[in-house]
């Protein structure tokens, strides 16, 4: 369930890492977490953030989070058909679900590995 | 059921005014006009009729019994809705006792604020109090407002609010609003230790907001040491008046060392919810905290007259446009004084006899997660139904199907399956017992026939309701498809 | 006891099933040093004892004086069947509609409140109403505020005093900066209030009609204010904007008013509640509860409190706002007097309160020495300048059983000789007449 080439934050982002590009979505995990998503709410193009940083939230009827850059980023791109269809992150968190693309303008050494963050997970389910 | 819009026929006459001698283009250019607003047109008739339809849709006091936690529904006698209509307090405009000249014209209004004010003060032991906030949450913010002015005054930096993990939401939101940092503290037990309070405890620490007995319903068994430690650093303590009905006449919170307090008078006093409001939330103060007070006051003068006062040099100034929810508190003054001090006394005894009764009753059949005596309410949970799949969401909805409202659910925060339940004084001892019994066969049901609960309201109107579907589509005026 | 239903012997009985031998066994945790100290409260009484007693206290109050008050809150007539389906106990009795399935009646009641107020207003969504107009003003502020991520707010002086007041009160902690616009002899200073906003600014707040009753149109102000990016508030009177040119005509991002003048009582000051409306873009940092259309399991329709996820039981700190309850039954009082006016009913009652202050306007302005303060449209309300100071004008024709209306002077400096005046459709002209009158005859 959790794929391999990607890297993770503890707050359950995941980063996709393309030489100076990245995609950034949430995990499986924390979707399941939320329940369905009524809304999400993402930055603008051309926003900067450092690792860490809140860049945006997401709904569901009975709870919101808030979600973290897991790099020190400036976003390029955004999803912009989870306005419409928060839904998405819910069908294909790892896919069509991505939130954000990014320009990666900082090290990315303190993020998890997908064994790391698979036993992150399961420690937190309970 | 259609809306009035979708009810709507154009020309049809419902209450009208007489007719104008002139349009309204006689005075205002057309430029600074509108086209229709869009108002339904409907008879008398079709209005009583619709609005009638829709209060049968409802669960009321009146009709159920309403075992919501933190939220007291009690019994709202009904001469008090006489009193508040009265046309000496009803037909009075707000602005009269500023005016020059005008003061003898609402004194019966400006006594009563200031009897209900001298009421509250002897009723909680503190040593003023101001009408002016308009609900809970906005006594809350006036509260946490005095905090900031207290400080200032002082010269005191503080940056923070501490709040326990099992607060109501509105505390750390309400801290939040007024420019604080919000720290939690983690019970234990149940309750605030003074070892747990001491970590957060710092000097940055402007005010500590309690509920007691908290939303567990348990008494803070340890309020004496944490009233001397958060006085120590000069903060200042808030009690959260939710559950003020716990302790009428058994403890008040200025002899117990709180700065300052709101109550919920739709909650402890009497006064109707009305489905959401209007509500009042009064605030009391002790000594040092009175200067900060809203404007205005009401004082009285040798001679027995009344006058407000707007010369309060330190005060935070203006929370309401006038002197708050006078129509609300008004039926709660009416019913201090058919109580007197006795019969509050008993209402809070017998609303923590009711939940005592009821927390023993339940607690072979369900998870009662803090099993000791209780003050006014009582937190149950459903983990062991859960394990069959029926959660807390399950029992309520089964719950209205047997023709009571539901317990509050999900709250507080640190309760899994959580089901807090508040049964209040006034209902009689057979309406709890059907309300257990039937409690009880849910739980019986919850191993047997676990698809039935996860089924349930079938009797209600409608049947559950697609919230995902709600949020996605934010129809919320019946002009968006 | 009254309210308290437990016979003796069935307190012995529960007891017996706690496990304890006296009621007081159940407070033992209350330690003996935190009784309380005193609780001399008096005696309990009976209702006709009560009744009696507050039924005096009602009387030492005045109602019968003919009244110009308005300043924001105006005594229009309030249909019978308002209280008759507001006292209704199974919507007065009933609380926050957290059991959506039990609970329709107050949500498709909130559902068509909204609807009406969105479209009174003419702007996308309402809420389902805070405290008050203050109230409402504050929390517009505070949506700008956070949507904008910029700290300075203009404001006009033209906008009610009782509500700046309050404006001042709750941001004084907050670091945002209130930059009030001078008015221009009771004109809203358009001009004024356009060079004022810049980058920095979150929104600029005025008032229509302001409140020296001057009626305005915003449009070409508010375009300009929306190049700076900042947001519009727009506070307005509900029963006028039945006919004026409506916020969202104007470009309003926010509007509010207070709903006291349709179907709440005066009742010395409350209960009253705030109408919040808003643009489609800003409706996710509207505070306050809000009702929404949705279907059940069986595809019925229904109505269920939506997008909680702003409110403080779901994001406590975070949440847009700390308010977690509306005036529901004063928007429900507000809807039905709204359906039993109709869309006739409610331009009549404009137009009459409108037609009756022009009246007054004309014989209190050929009074010698008064004239008309207020400049260009107005609707139900206007001021004039006396030749005297307004207190004492007021206090003199209080005697006589008039109330003339509001000194202008209690919120504006060197304004003391002008007086404020309301009229509704209850205002008959032999009252009007009267009143000049006398006004002459003191003056």
Same mark, same amino acid.
């Given at each position: 369930?959790?794929?391999?080439?990607?890297?993770?934050?503890?707050?359950?982002?995941?980063?996709?890492?393309?030489?100076?590009?990245?995609?950034?979505?949430?995990?499986?995990?924390?979707?399941?977490?939320?329940?369905?998503?009524?809304?999400?709410?993402?930055?603008?193009?051309?926003?900067?953030?450092?690792?860490?940083?809140?860049?945006?939230?997401?709904?569901?009827?009975?709870?919101?989070?808030?979600?973290?850059?897991?790099?020190?980023?400036?976003?390029?791109?955004?999803?912009?058909?989870?306005?419409?269809?928060?839904?998405?992150?819910?069908?294909?968190?790892?896919?069509?679900?991505?939130?954000?693309?990014?320009?990666?303008?900082?090290?990315?050494?303190?993020?998890?590995?997908?064994?790391?963050?698979?036993?992150?997970?399961?420690?937190?389910?309970? | 059921?259609?809306?009035?819009?979708?009810?709507?026929?154009?020309?049809?006459?419902?209450?009208?005014?007489?007719?104008?001698?002139?349009?309204?283009?006689?005075?205002?250019?057309?430029?600074?006009?509108?086209?229709?607003?869009?108002?339904?047109?409907?008879?008398?008739? @079709?209005?009583?009729?619709?609005?009638?339809?829709?209060?049968?849709?409802?669960?009321?006091?009146?009709?159920?019994?309403?075992?919501?936690?933190?939220?007291?529904?009690?019994?709202?006698?009904?001469?008090?809705?006489?009193?508040?209509?009265?046309?000496?307090?009803?037909?009075?405009?707000?602005?009269?006792?500023?005016?020059?000249?005008?003061?003898?014209?609402?004194?019966?209004?400006?006594?009563?604020?200031?009897?209900?004010?001298?009421?509250?003060?002897?009723?909680?032991?503190?040593?003023?109090?101001?009408?002016?906030?308009?609900?809970?949450?906005?006594?809350?913010?006036?509260?946490?407002?005095?905090?900031?002015?207290?400080?200032?005054?002082?010269?005191?930096?503080?940056?923070?609010?501490?709040?326990?993990?099992?607060?109501?939401?509105?505390?750390? &939101?309400?801290?939040?609003?007024?420019?604080?940092?919000?720290?939690?503290?983690?019970?234990?037990?149940?309750?605030?230790?003074?070892?747990?309070?001491?970590?957060?405890?710092?000097? @940055?620490?402007?005010?500590?907001?309690?509920?007691?007995?908290?939303?567990?319903?348990?008494?803070?068994?340890?309020?004496?040491?944490?009233?001397?430690?958060?006085?120590?650093?000069?903060?200042?303590?808030?009690?959260?008046?939710? %559950?003020?009905?716990?302790?009428?006449?058994?403890?008040?919170?200025?002899?117990?060392?709180?700065?300052?307090?709101?109550?919920?008078?739709?909650?402890?006093?009497?006064?109707?919810?009305?489905?959401?409001?209007?509500?009042?939330?009064?605030?009391?103060?002790?000594?040092?905290?009175?200067?900060?007070?809203?404007?205005?006051?009401?004082?009285?003068?040798?001679?027995?007259?009344?006058?407000?006062?707007?010369?309060?040099?330190?005060?935070?100034?203006?929370?309401?446009?006038?002197?708050?929810?006078?129509?609300?508190?008004?039926?709660?003054?009416?019913?201090?004084?058919?109580?007197?001090?006795?019969?509050?006394?008993?209402?809070?005894?017998?609303?923590?006899?009711?939940?005592?009764?009821?927390?023993?009753?339940?607690?072979?059949?369900?998870?009662?997660?803090? %099993?000791?005596?209780?003050?006014?309410?009582?937190?149950?949970?459903?983990?062991?139904?859960?394990?069959?799949?029926?959660?807390?969401?399950?029992?309520?909805? &089964?719950?209205?199907?047997?023709?009571?409202?539901?317990?509050?659910?999900?709250?507080?925060?640190?309760?899994?399956?959580?089901?807090?339940?508040?049964?209040?004084?006034?209902?009689?001892?057979?309406?709890?017992?059907?309300?257990?019994?039937?409690?009880?066969?849910?739980?019986?049901?919850?191993?047997?026939?676990?698809?039935?609960?996860?089924?349930?309201?079938?009797?209600?109107?409608?049947?559950?309701?697609?919230?995902?579907?709600?949020?996605?589509?934010?129809?919320?005026?019946? @002009?968006?498809? | 006891?009254?309210?308290?239903?437990?016979?003796?012997?069935?307190?012995?009985?529960?007891?017996?099933? /706690?496990?304890?031998?006296?009621?007081?066994?159940? =407070?033992?945790?209350?330690?003996?040093?935190?009784?309380?100290?005193?609780?001399?409260?008096?005696?309990?009484?009976?209702?006709?004892?009560?009744?009696?007693?507050?039924?005096?206290?009602?009387?030492?109050? +005045?109602?019968?004086?003919?009244?110009?008050?308005?300043?924001?809150?105006?005594?229009?007539?309030?249909? !019978?069947?308002?209280?008759?389906?507001?006292?209704?106990?199974?919507?007065? !009795?009933?609380?926050?509609?957290?059991?959506?399935?039990?609970?329709?009646?107050?949500?498709?009641? /909130?559902?068509?409140?909204? !609807?009406?107020?969105?479209?009174?207003?003419?702007?996308?969504?309402?809420?389902?109403?805070?405290?008050?107009?203050?109230?409402?003003?504050?929390?517009?502020?505070?949506?700008?505020?956070?949507?904008?991520?910029?700290?300075?707010?203009?404001?006009?002086?033209?906008?009610?005093?009782?509500?700046?007041?309050?404006?001042?009160?709750? +941001?004084?902690?907050?670091?945002?900066?209130?930059?009030?616009?001078?008015?221009?002899?009771?004109?809203?200073?358009?001009?004024?209030?356009?060079?004022?906003?810049?980058?920095?600014?979150?929104?600029?707040?005025?008032?229509?009609?302001?409140?020296?009753?001057?009626?305005?149109?915003?449009? *070409?102000?508010?375009?300009?204010?929306?190049?700076?990016?900042?947001?519009?508030?727009?506070?307005?009177?509900?029963?006028?904007?039945?006919?004026?040119?409506?916020?969202?005509?104007?470009?309003?991002?926010?509007?509010?008013?207070?709903?006291?003048?349709?179907?709440?009582?005066?009742?010395?000051?409350?209960?009253?509640?705030?109408?919040?409306?808003?643009?489609?873009?800003?409706?996710?940092?509207?505070?306050?509860?809000?009702?929404?259309?949705?279907?059940? *399991?069986?595809?019925?329709?229904?109505?269920?409190?939506?997008?909680?996820?702003?409110?403080?039981?779901?994001?406590?700190?975070?949440?847009?706002?700390?308010?977690?309850?509306?005036?529901?039954?004063?928007?429900?009082?507000?809807?039905?007097?709204?359906?039993?006016?109709?869309?006739?009913?409610?331009?009549? +009652?404009?137009?009459?309160?409108?037609?009756?202050?022009?009246?007054?306007?004309?014989?209190?302005?050929?009074?010698?020495?008064?004239?008309?303060?207020?400049?260009?449209?107005?609707?139900?309300? =206007?001021?004039?300048?006396?030749?005297?100071?307004?207190?004492?004008?007021?206090?003199?024709?209080?005697?006589?059983?008039?109330?003339?209306?509001?000194?202008?002077?209690?919120?504006?400096?060197?304004?003391?000789?002008?007086?404020?005046?309301?009229?509704?459709?209850?205002? +008959?002209? *032999?009252?009007?007449?009267?009143?000049?009158?006398?006004?002459?005859?003191?003056?």
């Amino acid at each position: 369930m959790i794929p391999q080439e990607l890297l993770y934050a503890k707050s359950h982002e995941w980063l996709k890492v393309d030489g100076e590009n990245g995609v950034i979505g949430i995990t499986h995990f924390a979707q399941e977490q939320l329940g369905d998503l009524t809304f999400v709410e993402l930055p603008q193009e051309g926003d900067t953030f450092a690792a860490g940083d809140e860049f945006g939230s997401i709904e569901s009827v009975k709870a919101a989070s808030e979600m973290y850059a897991p790099v020190d980023c400036e976003v390029v791109a955004v999803n912009e058909a989870l306005e419409d269809a928060p839904e998405k992150v819910n069908e294909d968190p790892y896919g069509d679900g991505w939130l954000v693309k990014v320009k990666i303008t900082g090290p990315t050494d303190a993020l998890l590995d997908a064994a790391a963050y698979e036993k992150l997970a399961a420690e937190e389910a309970h | 059921m259609k809306t009035v819009f979708e009810k709507s026929v154009p020309g049809r006459e419902g209450c009208w005014p007489e007719e104008p001698k002139s349009k309204i283009e006689d005075f205002i250019p057309t430029e600074l006009l509108r086209e229709e607003a869009g108002m339904p047109s409907l008879s008398e008739l @079709d209005v009583v009729r619709h609005f009638t339809r829709l209060s049968q849709k409802n669960f009321g006091v009146d009709s159920n019994f309403y075992p919501l936690g933190s939220c007291t529904m009690k019994y709202n006698p009904k001469f008090t809705e006489q009193v508040a209509a009265m046309p000496g307090f009803a037909k009075l405009h707000p602005v009269i006792p500023q005016l020059k000249g005008a003061g003898h014209h609402c004194q019966g209004a400006l006594e009563v604020i200031h009897e209900t004010e001298s009421m509250l003060c002897e009723l909680t032991g503190m040593s003023a109090f101001t009408m002016h906030p308009m609900a809970g949450a906005h006594g809350e913010l006036t509260g946490v407002m005095l905090m900031v002015a207290y400080h200032r005054d002082k010269g005191n930096k503080k940056t923070k609010i501490i709040c326990p993990d099992s607060a109501h939401g509105t505390n750390p &939101a309400s801290a939040a609003v007024a420019g604080y940092d919000v720290v939690s503290v983690e019970s234990k037990d149940g309750i605030i230790t003074p070892e747990a309070l001491a970590e957060v405890l710092d000097d @940055d620490v402007a005010g500590v907001m309690m509920t007691c007995p908290n939303t567990l319903g348990l008494f803070e068994t340890h309020l004496p040491e944490l009233v001397e430690m958060i006085h120590a650093k000069d903060a200042l303590l808030y009690y959260d008046g939710a %559950n003020m009905n716990a302790i009428m006449g058994k403890l008040r919170v200025g002899d117990a060392g709180f700065d300052i307090v709101h109550l919920n008078l739709h909650k402890t006093l009497g006064t109707p919810h009305g489905g959401g409001g209007p509500g009042s939330g009064p605030v009391g103060v002790s000594e040092r905290v009175k200067p900060f007070l809203p404007i205005s006051r009401v004082e009285k003068l040798e001679d027995g007259q009344y006058y407000l006062s707007y010369d309060e040099p330190k005060s935070i100034g203006y929370v309401a446009p006038f002197y708050g929810n006078f129509g609300v508190y008004l039926k709660a003054y009416a019913y201090m004084l058919r109580l007197g001090g006795e019969g509050l006394t008993r209402a809070t005894e017998g609303a923590v006899l009711s939940a005592n009764y009821m927390r023993k009753r339940l607690e072979n059949h369900y998870e009662i997660p803090y %099993n000791r005596i209780c003050m006014h309410e009582f937190v149950a949970s459903a983990v062991e139904q859960a394990k069959n799949g029926v959660r807390a969401l399950d029992v309520a909805k &089964a719950l209205l199907d047997k023709g009571h409202h539901a317990p509050t659910i999900y709250f507080p925060l640190i309760v899994k399956e959580c089901l807090m339940i508040e049964p209040t004084e006034t209902e009689n001892k057979e309406t709890i017992d059907r309300f257990i019994d039937d409690l009880i066969e849910i739980a019986e049901m919850a191993g047997k026939n676990p698809e039935a609960l996860q089924a349930a309201p079938l009797t209600t109107p409608v049947k559950r309701l697609d919230e995902t579907k709600a949020a996605r589509s934010m129809v919320i005026t019946d @002009d968006i498809k | 006891m009254p309210y308290v239903p437990h016979s003796p012997e069935e307190v012995r009985e529960m007891l017996d099933v /706690i496990g304890v031998n006296s009621v007081e066994d159940l =407070f033992a945790e209350i330690p003996a040093e935190l009784r309380p100290k005193s609780f001399d409260l008096p005696k309990g009484q009976s209702e006709m004892a009560v009744l009696e007693k507050l039924g005096k206290m009602a009387a030492k109050n +005045t109602t019968d004086l003919t009244s110009f008050l308005g300043a924001g809150f105006y005594d229009h007539f309030i249909p !019978t069947a308002v209280d008759a389906l507001s006292s209704r106990s199974e919507f007065y !009795t009933a609380y926050t509609p957290y059991q959506p399935e039990s609970s329709q009646g107050t949500l498709q009641a /909130i559902f068509e409140y909204q !609807t009406a107020m969105a479209r009174l207003m003419g702007m996308d969504y309402a809420n389902a109403s805070v405290y008050d107009c203050g109230s409402a003003l504050y929390e517009a502020t505070l949506m700008a505020v956070r949507k904008t991520r910029r700290k300075k707010i203009i404001v006009s002086e033209a906008l009610n005093p009782i509500y700046r007041v309050m404006l001042d009160s709750y +941001t004084t902690n907050l670091n945002i900066e209130l930059v009030t616009v001078p008015h221009n002899h009771g004109r809203t200073n358009v001009k004024s209030i356009t060079a004022a906003v810049g980058k920095d600014t979150a929104a600029v707040i005025v008032q229509n009609p302001n409140f020296f009753g001057s009626v305005n149109d915003f449009t *070409e102000m508010f375009e300009k204010v929306h190049e700076h990016k900042a947001l519009t508030i727009m506070s307005t009177y509900p029963v006028m904007q039945s006919v004026l040119k409506t916020p969202g005509q104007m470009g309003a991002d926010i509007a509010i008013a207070d709903g006291q003048s349709i179907g709440q009582p005066l009742s010395f000051g409350g209960p009253y509640l705030g109408i919040m409306t808003c643009t489609k873009a800003l409706v996710r940092q509207m505070p306050g509860r809000i009702a929404g259309r949705t279907e059940d *399991e069986d595809g019925k329709t229904g109505y269920v409190l939506t997008i909680q996820a702003r409110e403080q039981h779901i994001r406590r700190q975070k949440a847009t706002s700390n308010i977690c309850s509306n005036q529901a039954l004063c928007a429900l009082r507000t809807l039905i007097h709204l359906c039993l006016l109709g869309e006739e009913g409610l331009r009549r +009652t404009a137009t009459l309160s409108t037609e009756r202050a022009h009246h007054a306007a004309k014989r209190l302005s050929a009074i010698d020495g008064v004239e008309m303060f207020t400049k260009g449209p107005f609707g139900n309300e =206007f001021a004039v300048t006396l030749p005297v100071n307004a207190f004492e004008i007021i206090d003199k024709l209080t005697e006589r059983g008039i109330i003339p209306g509001f000194p202008v002077g209690r919120y504006y400096k060197g304004m003391e000789n002008v007086l404020l005046v309301a009229c509704t459709e209850k205002t +008959t002209e *032999e009252q009007i007449g009267i009143f000049a009158e006398i006004l002459r005859g003191t003056i």
